[in-house]
């Protein structure tokens, strides 16, 4: 059985369940603009559905998690909520009001939030001024926003998570124009805004380190995500390539936060030009800017949103107890918080899904296997279906 202490957890995005999205004040977002606007071409995202309405449902929404008996919920900040133009001024005191009553909320049923400052939904005039991403820039932006927020609820929040799975929103957001703000960019585009994302999330750590932590105690990461991959043949050759795939997946992200600084051998050797150079100062910079590893898994990551160059022609799998044990490993044993995984889908699901419920029983079975077998420190798991933003 799991430990004593041991941490359950479900989560939301602000996107995904709060709508009211002309509300009170607030501002357009990116996905605002692309689901209203989707690509034309057949193979694009659909508009999507409205979402379950809890910004005007915050007790309806939250009784749920008495009857589920977990210790944790995770949730984001709508950032054109509370900042409808982006940046620093005069907050929407409305939205900032939703967000005090969520959290005063949670704190009636002893639940602790694990709050997230930016899930994909940028505010619409940050892109149109800057280019997003793309934009060094958005950096300082993204700086104040945090600051506020830390200003306002951080005594009540001690686990903040910067920016979720940045994998997705360089890639599928400037790269391959999948998903917001669907910029059909090149692939240097791509690693760019990855390494504008890495930057900014090191500035919002160095910000809550040295001017939150000492009166609030909190602790600050970033959720990442990663498929698991299997050798087609038990080849030296095959198995260089499943690492290759996940240092150009999960260790882009977390070689500079959790090791050195500075991207995998492997993808500067393959990359050459595309890959952006850190300075040495970015480097001390970034390293180290995580107090836990954040890290969210599904099948489907590797089904729907890992790009299929990024296989190298090896074979994926939904082992989550192999990577977790790779993970320890290849990252000086972190202390591990599932933050999310599941079955993640688009569109709608069946009330009764047997595949669903199967994989939520194989993942806590793995995360109980790597905790207990495997002494790996995991403390905390998230299980929950994901209904995706497409």
């Known amino acids: 059985t799991f430990p004593d202490g041991f941490r359950w957890a479900v989560g939301s995005a602000a996107y995904q369940t709060e709508g009211g999205w002309r509300q009170h004040g607030k501002g357009a977002s990116i996905w605002d603009t692309f689901t209203h606007h989707p690509p034309a071409s057949p193979g694009d995202p659909p508009v999507a559905g409205l979402p379950s309405g809890g910004y005007n449902n915050v007790f309806r929404d939250t009784e749920g998690l008495r009857e589920l008996g977990v210790t944790h919920y995770r949730f984001s900040i709508s950032w054109a909520r509370v900042l409808p133009n982006g940046s620093a001024g005069a907050p ?78 360089a890639w599928h957001g400037y790269a391959t124009g999948r998903l917001a703000p669907g910029v059909r960019g090149s692939p240097r585009l791509g690693y760019l805004v990855a390494h504008n994302l890495l930057l900014a999330h090191a500035k919002i750590w160095h910000l809550y380190n040295t001017s939150f932590r000492p009166t609030q105690g909190g602790q600050v990461s970033i959720a990442l995500s990663s498929h698991w991959i299997n050798p087609r043949r038990m080849t030296d050759h095959s198995i260089k390539e499943c690492q290759k795939s996940l240092d150009f997946v999960l260790g882009w992200f977390a070689k500079p936060i959790f090791i050195d600084g500075d991207y995998p051998d492997s993808m500067k050797n393959n990359l050459s030009s595309l890959l952006p150079d850190f300075t040495e100062s970015e480097k001390k910079f970034i390293k180290g800017t995580a107090d836990f590893f954040a890290l969210s898994f599904g099948p489907t990551l590797s089904f729907q949103l890992l790009d299929p160059h990024m296989k190298f022609r090896q074979l994926e799998s939904p082992s989550l107890r192999q990577l977790l044990s790779w993970i320890d490993l290849e990252y000086n044993h972190p202390q591990i918080f599932i933050v999310e995984n599941g079955w993640f889908v688009s569109g709608t699901t069946k009330r009764d899904d047997a595949k669903y419920m199967y994989y939520l029983k194989k993942f806590i079975m793995e995360t109980l296997k790597g905790r207990i077998g495997d002494k790996i420190l995991i403390s905390c798991q998230n299980p929950q279906e994901k209904q995706s933003f497409r």
């Open 92 to 169: 929407n005191r409305e939205g900032l009001r939703y967000y005090r009553r969520l959290l005063e909320r949670l704190r009636e049923l002893g639940v602790q939030p694990v709050v997230t400052l930016y899930h994909w939904d940028l505010p619409q005039r940050l892109q149109d001024a800057y280019g997003g991403w793309a934009n060094r820039a958005l950096a300082d932006h993204f700086r104040d926003y945090a600051e506020l927020c830390f200003r306002h609820f951080g005594g009540q929040v001690k686990y903040w998570i910067t920016i979720d799975n940045p994998y997705v929103v």
